[in-house]
């Protein structure tokens, strides 16, 4: 976790792709939002741009509102700034495939958001 929290230090940007389970993060991601508690108060991570990327069985719209209700704290806390969210649906087998003109222009947004940092 220390070469994580190096890493975050570091970065200019920072993309989380986060499933959504029951309409809240992994277990995994929750120990791994909570295992970043050292940041809090340090101000090392203000401002810190973030991208998140959402995918879930439900809606896109209904998955988005509420993984960004569950990352709430860890944006508050750290003070991250969000540049932006997507949201996906990925319950079968196809749906990647299916949106791949969708995930093609968030991936060209993503990389002008670098190439602008």
């Given at each position: 976790m220390n070469d994580i929290i190096d890493k975050i230090k570091e970065s200019d940007l920072?993309?989380?792709g986060i499933p959504n389970y029951f309409d809240n993060v992994t277990g995994l991601?929750?120990?791994?939002?909570?295992r970043l508690h050292p940041l809090?108060?340090?101000?090392?991570?203000?401002?810190?741009?973030?991208?998140?990327?959402?995918?879930g069985g439900g809606g896109?719209?209904?998955?988005?509102?509420?993984?960004?209700?569950?990352v709430h704290g860890l944006i508050k806390?750290?003070?991250l700034n969000v540049l932006k969210s997507y949201s996906y649906q990925a319950l079968n087998i196809h749906d990647v495939e299916n949106q791949k003109e969708k995930i093609n222009k968030m991936l060209e947004e993503?990389?002008?958001y670098g190439r602008n940092l």
């Open positions: 920072i993309i989380f991601f929750k120990n791994f939002m909570d809090y108060k340090s101000e090392l991570t203000k401002n810190k741009r973030v991208i998140f990327i959402f995918t896109e719209k209904g998955t988005k509102e509420e993984m960004e209700k569950a806390y750290l003070k993503i990389k002008n």
